[in-house]
T-cell receptor, first 113, second 110 residues
Framework: DTAVSQTPKYLVTQMGNDKSIKCEQN?????MYWYKQDSKKFLKIMFS???????INETVPNRFSPKSPDKAHLNLHINSLELGDSAVYFC????????????FGPGTRLTVL | GEDVEQSLFLSVREGDSSVINCTYT??????LYWYKQEPGAGLQLLTY?????DMKQDQRLTVLLNKKDKHLSLRIADTQTGDSAIYFC??????????FGQGTELSVKP
């Protein structure tokens, strides 16, 4: 009965490839987020969706495209992967944008070779 | 601007108290948070404090907020080896955006 789940847990790929990371939450939350954690553990928000609509879009290269097919899912597609994309990507969810109690998934460690 | 700062490392002995400090910049933040990240895991919300409070206590955890100095601290009483982790403070912004500090790695020695 995992609250926020992500797949895959590990992803190793070559530069230039396109890959997707999936996130699902079974908490009935309306808002979902993607964060990137770099090698120095610095954690930064990338996107936020509320009820399938984009509400936060930080300065992220347009190679990153989030997609929310429904409220319970927020997937992250990355085109033309670069070495600097190597990081741990965390999905999170909250009841709504005003509720800052965010529940985090276990993370996806992406390694670009 | 958006800037949350923490010291990177703290080492304590088991049974001692740990105090992790954080400074933030946005005085309009409604809530301030402490998250814990164990190795290889996601972030887990430990506690939070509403901006009109000075202190919040939750079992072994005490959060102190000094709004004038924009300073937040987390005190862990009777620190155990299981408390070893990275602790992040975060301030809330509009739309659910959280701005995190760099994280403080707490090492608890037996």
């Amino acid at each position: 009965d995992t609250a926020v789940s992500q797949t895959p847990k590990y992803l190793v790929t070559q530069m230039g490839n396109d890959k997707s990371i999936k996130c699902e939450q079974n908490l009935g939350h309306d808002t979902m987020y993607w964060y990137k954690q770099d090698s120095k553990k610095f954690l930064k928000i990338m996107f936020s969706y509320n009820n399938k609509e984009l509400i936060i879009n930080e300065t992220v290269p347009n190679r990153f495209s989030p997609k929310s097919p429904d409220k319970a899912h927020l997937n992250l597609h990355i085109n033309s992967l670069e070495l600097g994309d190597s990081a741990v990507y965390f999905c999170a969810s909250s009841l709504d944008p005003r509720d800052n109690e965010q529940f985090f998934g276990p993370g996806t460690r992406l390694t670009v070779l | 601007g958006e800037d949350v700062e923490q010291s990177l490392f703290l080492s304590v002995r088991e049974g001692d108290s740990s105090v992790i400090n954080c400074t933030y910049t946005d005085s309009s933040s409604t809530y301030l948070y402490w998250y814990k990240q164990e190795p290889g895991a996601g972030l887990q919300l430990l506690t939070y404090i509403f901006s009109n409070m000075d202190m919040k206590q939750d079992q072994r955890l005490t959060v102190l907020l000094n709004k004038k100095d924009k300073h937040l601290s987390l005190r862990i009483a009777d620190t155990q080896t299981g408390d070893s982790a990275i602790y992040f403070c975060a301030e809330s912004h509009q739309g659910g955006k959280l701005i995190f500090g760099q994280g403080t790695e707490l090492s608890v020695k037996p």
